[in-house]
């Protein structure tokens, strides 16, 4: 597909639980985001990746969240022993970065995840 | 103080109207921005970038005052399609350019 892909769409799960929440950047784009949204809240930045420089984690809540990239393109965000405040909408987006700064970012629909 | 400001909302406003959204910023050096727009329960979405000059785009008009480090979006004769929230997008300097969010606003166009 063309744009980027988040996997599942839905996520319902126990409190105590780890998820692991996908995001497939689009084809050749260097940096990924991820940032979760509560309901009628703004966007949380949780981290950012560029390249092959070591990510920007600055926006992780707590050490119970962790992600990683592969390759430079699948990111997979990790949530260990999740609790019911982690429910929110967890979007991924990437751009393909020219060295200018800020170029447009093509965001997923978004994983909603349900702690239970 | 955040890094990217601005108000919340609602505005409401009716079916023609005029309505104009600012966003403050903090990082006098920032060099890049951009204004989305999200409709409830949908991810984000690229509106229109924002130049040193002002730039327009039908109905939307984008400026840019770096003296006082902000950013406005106007929306001339509002449809009530333009209901959704206004994100300000600024790029954070170092670290790699990183684009930062402000908390949106959020504009309803009644009939």
């Known amino acids: 597909g063309a744009g980027v892909s988040q996997s599942p769409s839905n996520k319902v799960t126990e409190k105590g639980k780890d998820v692991e929440l996908r995001c497939d950047p689009i084809?050749?784009?260097?940096?990924l985001y991820w940032y979760r949204q509560s309901l009628g809240q703004g966007l949380e930045f949780l981290i950012y990746?560029?390249?092959?420089?070591?990510?920007?984690k600055s926006g992780l809540p707590s050490d119970r969240f962790s992600a990683e990239r592969t390759g430079g393109s699948v990111s997979t965000l990790t949530i260990q022993r999740t609790q019911q405040e982690d429910s929110a909408v967890y979007l991924c987006?990437?751009?393909?970065?020219?060295?200018?700064?800020?170029?447009?970012?093509?965001f997923g629909s978004g994983t909603q995840l349900s702690v239970l | 103080r955040k890094e990217v400001e601005q108000d919340p909302g609602p505005f409401n406003v009716p079916e023609g109207a005029t309505v104009a959204f600012n966003c403050t910023y903090s990082?006098?050096?920032?060099?890049?921005f951009f204004w989305y727009r999200q409709d409830c329960r949908k991810e984000p979405k690229l509106l229109m970038s924002?130049?040193?000059s002002g730039n327009e785009d039908g109905r939307f008009t984008a400026q840019l005052n770096r003296a006082s480090q902000y950013i406005s979006l106007l929306i001339r004769d509002s449809k009530l399609s333009d209901s959704a929230t206004y994100l300000c997008?600024?790029?954070?300097?170092?670290?790699?350019?990183?684009?930062?969010f402000g908390g949106g606003t959020r504009l309803m166009v009644k009939p």
């Open positions: 987006a990437s751009s393909l970065r020219t060295g200018t700064g800020g170029e447009k970012l093509f």
């Open positions: 084809s050749g784009h260097t940096a």
């Open positions: 990746f560029q390249g092959n420089s070591a990510p920007d």
């Open positions: 990082n006098s050096a920032s060099q890049s």
């Open positions: 924002v130049y040193s």
């Open positions: 997008v600024v790029n954070r300097l170092g670290a790699g350019n990183m684009l930062t």
